[in-house]
């Protein structure tokens, strides 16, 4: 009986090994990697956002955010006898409301308001002291648009159909986080939207052999280790940023029945195609997905601008509460005015743009 016992006792132990093993690894990684992945993560990268002149200022207003502060916005009204419905334009990091011309002033012609606004920190809205934003989405941004809709609620011309949100890069991220608890979004499409989550686990992957430099060992180390280690990163850097990071991924997951069109460049340095299927995956259908092929960061409307607007224009005649007005040539118009712009909204001869697209500033 005695030896029996002192077998499972053995047993026991040996079976714990692995365990407290890995246990003592994630102390250590934590106090060992964490402040270099926390470092990594709030840094800024060097990018170039849409900035334009705007030809229509449309209708100046100024509302508030979820936590009161004043924001700019401005109220483009379609250029139709009537309306189809009210589309909402999340901006990207470091641009500002006025970036919404190239991507969506053409849908006016097809019948739809748009709302176009400055998050805070950003264009003529205020800067918030005490919080400096970076390319992630967080609970500022959220609020944000969270006010600018219950301001276009509240407006006399309001749209009882609710609104489709249209996001850029972060913006897009942004829409994906209020699209998913809004009622009354009834549409969502992103351009190089991407996950905080996904994003860092899938950089810590990448640059693990970096800073640990034995390739068996990261061959089997189990991946939850570098979602554990983003989560700790991920909550240092709420505290020292003062703010909080959403969910993109269980946002992604309750955004049905709405629907979702994905937009993404296979050649996105940034956010990798892997990063972008896999918050794809997450999403239930209704979902269309379109991988530009050889477009960088933001920049499959430049490569392939007619493309983009029959696209998009398709997926709002699908799911639009009315039907869009069909067949408007001022829509291509509208469009062409706007393709040959740079990042910067300089314009430049068509035969320079893919040049410009593919520049040695990687976005």
């Known amino acids: 009986m005695v030896g029996a016992a002192s077998l499972l006792y053995f047993l026991a132990v040996v079976a714990l090994l692995p365990v407290v093993g890995l246990v003592g690894f994630l102390i250590f990684a934590v106090f060992r990697y964490c402040p270099v992945i926390t470092r990594i993560f709030v840094e800024r990268p060097v990018l170039l956002p849409l900035r334009l002149t705007p030809d229509d200022l449309g209708e100046p207003v100024s509302f508030a955010a979820e936590d009161g502060l004043a924001l ?192 993404h460049g296979e050649r996105d340095a940034y956010i990798g195609t892997d990063i972008a299927q896999a918050l794809f995956a997450c999403a239930r259908e209704p979902k269309e997905q379109w991988l530009v092929a050889d477009a960088k960061h933001n920049r499959c409307r430049e490569l392939e601008p007619e493309a983009y607007a029959r696209k998009l224009a398709a997926f709002v005649d699908r799911y639009a509460p009315r039907r869009p007005l069909a067949g408007l040539p001022s829509f291509q118009a509208s469009e062409a005015r706007y393709s040959d712009y740079n990042v910067t909204g300089v314009r430049v001869p068509s035969a320079e743009l893919i040049t410009n697209v593919a520049s040695t500033m990687t976005r």
């Open 72 to 263: 700019s916005g401005s109220y483009f009204k379609a250029r139709t006898p009537s309306r189809t419905g009210v589309l909402v334009y999340c901006h990207e990091f470091l641009s500002d409301r006025w970036s919404f011309a190239p991507y969506i002033d053409g849908l006016r012609d097809k019948g739809f308001d748009v709302f176009s606004f400055d998050f805070r920190n950003h264009g003529e809205s205020p800067v918030e002291p005490s919080y400096e934003p970076i390319q992630y989405a967080t609970d500022r941004e959220v609020g944000d648009l969270r006010g600018a809709l219950a301001y276009l609620r509240s407006r006399p011309d309001h749209d009882p159909a609710g609104f489709g949100l249209f996001g850029v890069s972060r913006g897009g991220t942004t829409a994906l986080l209020v699209g998913a608890v809004e009622a009354d979004v009834w549409g969502v499409v992103t351009d190089g939207a991407f996950p905080t989550r996904g994003t860092m686990t899938a950089y810590i992957d990448r640059w693990a052999e970096i800073y640990v430099r034995n390739a068996l060992f990261l061959a089997i180390l189990p991946r939850f280790v570098y979602s554990f280690l983003g989560d700790v990163a991920r909550r240092q850097s709420q505290r020292q940023l003062n703010c909080v990071f959403p969910s993109v991924e269980r946002a992604v997951a309750r955004l049905a029945p709405r629907p979702w069109f994905q937009i």
